[in-house]
T-cell receptor, first 115, second 116 residues
């Protein structure tokens, strides 16, 4: 079992829908991440939260809106997505975003399909 | 700029044999970390092993070992006694230890298939 929990595991939504992806970790980590991954490709970083503050936004379109309510939770709010946004969305956490020696631990991901 | 290169898009190995997955990297940082992740078809990214740039010994974790050759800038993953459950995508990744705010640089991945 992974220590980073993502819900839902699968999500199908229309282009006009609003939905949210959720991520939770109880390892006491202070850095959390959102990645987007297309099939057979490496993950692409979207956002980094460090101590509950957004520290990196990799020029992600505004139809993706991250939120970190507390140190254990990370949400990704979705609105007016496009078919090309269909992908696996991975959440990860690590002890500290500034410490590169610490591994990032990933969740199982949410498979998102946009109709 | 940092870069990770995995030159083997796909590999086959017979069950119970050892296999080496190649990874070369490029960085101007003096202190960096190298990681290997396994991703089965189910999607989860599983952390396997870590090697620090100043570690003198090669990292080992069970059946996984990392063949670290700093002068050649290579960090190959060796899986001993392959099992059917090892069939997955494997990613090599790197990041600077003290800067760049948590950004992992991934290679393109190697898809490993273990044959019975």
């Amino acid at each position: 079992d992974t220590e980073v929990t993502q819900t839902p595991k699968h999500l199908v939504m229309g282009m006009t829908n609003k939905k949210s992806l959720k991520c939770e970790q109880h390892m006491g980590h202070r850095a959390m991440y959102w990645y987007k991954q297309k099939a057979k490709k490496p993950p692409e970083l979207m956002f980094v939260y460090s101590y509950e503050k957004l520290s990196i936004n990799e020029s992600v379109p505004s139809r993706f809106s991250p939120e970190c309510p507390n140190s254990s939770l990370l949400n990704l709010h979705l609105h007016a997505l496009q078919p090309e946004d269909s992908a696996l969305y991975l959440c990860a956490s690590s002890q500290d975003a500034g410490q590169g020696a610490q591994p990032q631990h990933f969740g199982d991901g949410t498979r998102l399909s946009i109709l | 700029a940092q870069k990770i290169t995995q030159t083997q898009p796909g590999m086959f190995v017979q069950e119970k044999e050892a296999v080496t997955l190649d990874c070369t990297y490029d960085t101007s940082d003096q202190s960096y970390g190298l990681f290997w992740y396994k991703q089965p078809s189910s999607g989860e990214m599983i952390f396997l092993i870590y090697q620090g740039s100043y570690d003198e010994q090669n990292a080992t974790e069970g059946r996984y070992s990392l063949n670290f050759q700093k002068a050649r800038k290579s960090a190959n993953l060796v899986i001993s006694a392959s099992q059917l459950g090892d069939s997955a995508m494997y990613f090599c990744a790197m990041r600077a230890v003290y800067n760049q705010g948590g950004k992992l640089i991934f290679g393109q991945g190697t898809e490993l298939s273990v044959k019975p």
